[in-house]
């Protein structure tokens, strides 16, 4: 199980609005900034989002993020085909003393 | 723009050692701005954080708690890289691996800030079979 918890699959069709959660906990998602990275078939996950909300230059502000308390969203608006990817939500956590990661959501464009 | 490629065996008998290596080009495994990340993928465990290495003065290294063999990242400022090695190694420990740049901000020796993991490598698939 991993320590930060997501929906295994979402999916959305061309122009919808798409939400993806993450929970966490005090220790980490509840004292330190999320990320989140989007990875396709057979390639290294690539970062979509820093602290919390910010966007990498390059990435479309069709993609944001979020955080409340010890949970985060990243959204995806104008839902295109290149969107269907693996999306993964990040974080320190203070009491492993490293990055957690979570169990990723497939999201799916129908 | 900063480019991470990975280079190592694909295949290591149970009980060795794996050892990758991860050469930085258009930045400096000595930045005071970066820590330099390995992670693996399987289909079991998903992205799984090892450790960092990171300099301020001096170096610093940060292990992941979970990984059962004992784990090793260390830089080489001659090369411009820096490695991973797994020790005694068991049919778990096969996964893809990837070093990524961490965008970070510093303060004697302290990571306040980061920035997220924005360069990665290639990814090394790496099997540990007889």
């Known amino acids: 199980q991993s320590v930060l918890t997501q929906p295994p699959s979402a999916s959305g069709t061309p122009g919808q609005r798409v939400t993806i959660s993450c929970s966490g906990s005090?220790?980490?998602?509840?004292?330190?900034?999320v990320n989140w990275y989007q990875q396709l078939p057979g390639t290294a996950p690539k970062l979509l989002i820093y602290s919390n909300y910010q966007r990498p230059s390059g990435v479309p502000d069709r993609l944001s993020g979020s955080k409340s308390g010890t949970s985060a969203s990243l959204a995806i608006s104008g839902l295109q085909y290149e969107d269907e990817a693996d999306y993964y939500c990040a974080a320190w956590d203070d009491s492993l003393n490293g990055v957690a990661f979570g169990g990723g959501t497939k999201l799916t464009v129908l | 723009q900063v480019q991470l490629q990975q280079s190592g065996p694909g295949l290591v008998k149970p009980s060795q050692t794996l050892s990758l290596t991860c050469a930085i080009s258009?930045?400096?495994?000595?930045?005071?701005?970066?820590?330099w990340n390995w992670i693996r993928q399987s289909p079991s465990r998903g992205l799984e954080w090892l450790g960092r290495?990171?300099?301020?003065?001096?170096?610093?290294?940060d292990y992941a708690v979970s990984v059962k063999s004992p784990i090793t990242i260390n830089p080489d400022t001659s090369k411009n890289q820096f490695s991973l090695r797994l020790i005694s190694v068991t049919p778990e420990d096969t996964a893809v691996y990837y070093c990524?740049?961490?965008?970070?901000?510093?303060?004697?020796?302290?990571?306040?800030?980061?920035?997220?993991?924005?360069?990665w490598g290639q990814g090394t698939t790496v099997t540990v079979s007889s």
């Open positions: 005090s220790s980490n998602i509840g004292s330190n900034t």
């Open positions: 258009g930045d400096s495994v000595s930045s005071n701005s970066a820590a």
């Open positions: 990524a740049r961490e965008g970070v901000t510093l303060v004697r020796g302290l990571i306040i800030s980061s920035y997220g993991m924005d360069v």
């Open positions: 290495t990171y300099y301020r003065s001096k170096w610093y290294n």
